[in-house]
């Protein structure tokens, strides 16, 4: 496969990323604040923007997630095996011997093994975990009658912080895996601007030039 400028990261994948980061910062720093972590803004505030910023994000993760399923892009979130035991190799010994990273990035598939397992735990596992948590949370004086109600108030609460530390985990090791290989910027500026130098096969290259020039640089 050759290489080409390609658009890899459509307007509203991009959308989708940076307010979703944005909002899970938000979440992250209103949440800590409620836990009494840090002391930044009064705690009232922190409980409206908490709440208000959830809710936009859940809006947003409906539009995406109906964005995934009427496009490809789902495909790109799907497990791999092949590759994966030298993707992990590559992160736990190979980067600190200069090694390069073992992994080609295409336009038809721009995770590698390790993204795509990651991603898709926090699509199907952290992300329902922190909504369902919040949302049964939020809607607490519905359930408040029930038997044992303020048990398992007790227990979603836990559940929901524990879901939220690993989201913050996710964050962390997002970043750094990011600062890896060709350079922070070399990384970020295909998510911001949407065109990168990836692998392309012949026939989406004849595709891009036919039907969709825009798409190549
Ligand atoms: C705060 C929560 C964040 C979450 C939940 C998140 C999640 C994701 C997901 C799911 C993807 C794959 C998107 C796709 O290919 O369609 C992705 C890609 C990416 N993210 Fe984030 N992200 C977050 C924050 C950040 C931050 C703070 C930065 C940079 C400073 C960043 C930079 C990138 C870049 C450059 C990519 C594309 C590179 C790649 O996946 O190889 N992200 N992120």
Redesign the pocket.
Known sequence: MAKRCVKV?SGF?RLW?WS??AS??ALLFTGARMMGLHHLIPFGMAVTIHTLTAIALLVLWAFATFWLFTTE?WR?FIPRQTGLIQVMRFYAWGVFRGEDHPYR?AYQS??NPL?RLA?LA??VVLFPAIWTTGLLYLSYDFWDHLPQAAGWLSVLAQVHILAAFA?AS??VI??YL?TIGHGFWK??R??ITGFERVEVSPEAEAYFAAERPERLR
Do not use: E, S
């Open positions: 990261y994948n990323h979703q980061a899970i910062l892009n790109q990035k721009r995770h993204q991603y926090l699509k989201i996710f964050v997002h970043v990011l990384h970020v295909p998510m």
